[in-house]
């Protein structure tokens, strides 16, 4: 079994599944379009094709549409004002309900038209009202939270309002097809039923009930609302001793700072951990480089009190090293693997990065071999940081050992090397009077900084972003620009914040780069390191260690989630296949 194989591939599901999240009209006032439409061509086949009304009804009846489509939605909202406020989540129900019943409608049309049928018309248009019905319940179930009566009786609401408004009177003079529409279209009601039993309790028994967390991840995202969500994931965490290495750089009475917190940025806006870059960046008087240590998804902090008391913890920390010189700083590149480093007295700081080709994060179980082998060589203290600078995949296995390798060989190099005292700088993009519009998709409020290392008569900078991963290219467009300044780049740098995420994109956020003019952020770079390298002056070393324990999500809490999610898409395409062929047959039948 490869090393890729073994890992758990949970929080890819996860994020795989965020696409369906995109199947929602950008905003209410597209439903409020479609819905308009559908109404309209519910009208206009009615009076047209189905009863052969005069022009002047056909006004009549698409003016009253018109206002029971929009009307109807603010009785839905009333009926169910106790389970979801938010207007446009009703105007999204009545959209994709109305697209049914008016494609219902026009398929029936084709039919009747194909086939020859002498039956009556009217019964398509009841067909799709019933189909609508069970869309709606559907939907009232999984995303409102209404119970199966609520679900029922309120879904009966906008379609009935809606055939009254738009049906000529003629039609009620003829019962029959009623009866055969209602008779037909009652399986959708029941599928619908079955589906939102079955999908409820897809997660069990690990998820009571997998609506529940699907409405509180909705509050969140869509609200941002995050107490249901943290709840849940509050309650299902585990325990864990959470590490924080805190370099502190002594220069005259200015202190900058490196954080490394054991801990991940996630899961996601605005849920625990997901702005905690920002939050350790203003905690630490905005002169710190917040940096992604080799941590998974489980390390996420499930709920904002916990991470207020990993920050509080922060305040008791122990000194472990202080040193006044350093090594050199040392690049090695091992096909796509870059390990790049220096040593302060005897605590060794490793980047490791895959740009341009990317990866995911940095698996832990080269963080640990990386720390063993230091150990063994003689050095003290090792910080491995995961740069988090390009996209891809899941490390392959030649990557693996590629980079360990890099690694290893990286602090076996600079565990020899001479030591010199230094300076140290630091600037940050308050210092630059910029327009941050094209950046504000991209990074999070802590913006954009950078640490200026001036030793044996050479400058470096480390630059970094308080974003979420970095377009492929960028990382290397950007130190190309500053070595043509005469700066060497030891890397650029992300966070990792999860507090830009939320985005209407496959991945559900804008790497940095993605949106904004590569150019300007070079640019923005540039001028950063210049200011840091001109603020650069000696400084003292020292390494900071602090140790809480604190609830973390665990790898358990998203196997659930993923499976939960699996089996609920897998019953769901069951019963869209199911529906689909009913669907055919009806209107080749009826």
């Not at 001793?241 to 917190?261: A, E, M, Q, S, W």
């Not at 006044?324 to 990065?353: D, R, W, Y």
């Not at 904004?516 to 923005?524: G, K, P, Q, V």
């Amino acid at each position: 079994m490869t090393y890729s194989s073994r890992r758990s591939n949970s929080v890819s599901v996860i994020h795989r599944r965020w696409s369906l999240t995109r199947i929602n009209p950008s905003s209410y006032k597209v439903s409020y379009f479609i819905s308009l439409v559908g109404s309209s061509l519910l009208v206009v086949l009615s009076c047209i094709w189905a009863f052969k009304t005069s022009t002047t009804v056909l006004a009549i009846h698409l003016a009253l549409a018109l206002s029971a489509a929009t009307a109807s939605v603010f009785v839905d909202r009333w009926a169910l004002r106790s389970l979801v406020g938010k207007l446009p989540k009703y105007f999204h129900v009545s959209a994709f309900a109305l697209i049914l019943w008016s494609l219902t409608a026009v398929f029936g049309s084709v039919s009747h038209t194909i086939f020859s049928k002498t039956s009556t018309p009217s019964i398509y248009f009841v067909e799709g009202m019933m189909l609508a019905i069970g869309l709606r319940i559907g939907l009232f179930r999984s995303v409102f939270g209404a119970n199966i009566i609520q679900s029922i009786r309120v879904s009966f609401i906008q379609p009935f309002i809606l055939m009254v408004a738009f049906m000529p009177a003629s039609f009620y003079t003829s019962p029959v097809p009623i009866v055969i529409g209602f008779a037909y279209g009652s399986v959708f009601i029941f599928l619908a039923l079955a589906w939102s039993r079955l999908a409820d309790k897809a997660g069990c028994p690990n998820l009571t009930s997998t609506f529940k967390v699907l409405q509180a991840f909705i509050a969140a995202w869509t609200e941002s609302n995050p107490e249901n969500m943290e709840a849940i994931m509050e309650s299902r965490a585990r325990n864990e001793v959470v590490t924080t290495n805190i370099v502190k750089f002594t220069t005259g009475n200015r202190k900058v700072f490196i954080l490394l917190p054991d801990v991940h940025p996630g899961p996601f806006h605005p849920i625990g951990g997901s702005n905690l870059p920002f939050l350790l960046y203003s905690a630490y008087l905005r002169c710190a480089l917040i940096l992604h240590s080799v941590s998974g998804h489980s390390r996420n902090i499930p709920s904002q009190l916990g991470v207020n008391h990993y920050i509080r913890s922060l305040a008791r920390t122990k000194p472990l090293e202080r040193a006044t010189t350093a090594t050199v700083p040392l690049q090695i590149k091992i096909e796509n693997c870059i390990a790049t480093g220096m040593i302060f007295g005897q605590t060794g700081i490793v980047i490791l990065s895959m740009a341009p080709l990317g990866m995911e994060d940095v698996p832990e179980s080269i963080r640990s071999k990386l720390e063993r082998y230091s150990s063994e060589i003689g050095l003290k203290h090792l910080l491995v940081v995961d740069s988090h600078n390009a996209m891809g995949g899941e490390i392959k296995d030649s990557d693996y050992q590629n980079m360990l390798c890099a690694g290893e060989t990286c602090v076996r190099n600079l565990l020899k090397a001479p030591r010199y005292e230094f300076k140290v700088g630091f600037a940050n993009l308050d210092e630059i009077a910029c327009d941050r519009t094209s950046l504000t998709n991209e990074l999070g409020q802590s913006g954009l900084a950078t640490i200026a290392i001036e030793i044996n008569n050479d400058k470096y900078v480390i630059g970094w972003a308080d974003s979420n991963n970095m377009e492929n290219c960028l990382r290397d467009y950007i130190i190309s620009k500053l070595s043509r300044a005469g700066i060497k780049a030891l890397d650029i740098c992300t966070s990792d914040t999860h507090s830009t995420s939320g985005k209407r994109t496959n991945q559900g956020y804008y790497a940095f780069g993605n949106t904004s003019d590569h150019d300007m952020i070079a640019e923005l770079f540039l001028q950063l390191s210049m200011n840091s390298l001109n603020k650069a002056t000696y400084a003292k070393f020292e390494l900071l260690g602090s140790s809480c324990t604190l609830k973390v999500m665990g790898d358990r809490q998203f196997d659930d989630y993923a499976s939960a999610l699996n089996k609920s898409m897998n019953l769901t395409k069951a019963f869209l296949a199911i529906t689909s062929m009913y669907f055919v047959i009806m209107l080749v039948l009826s």
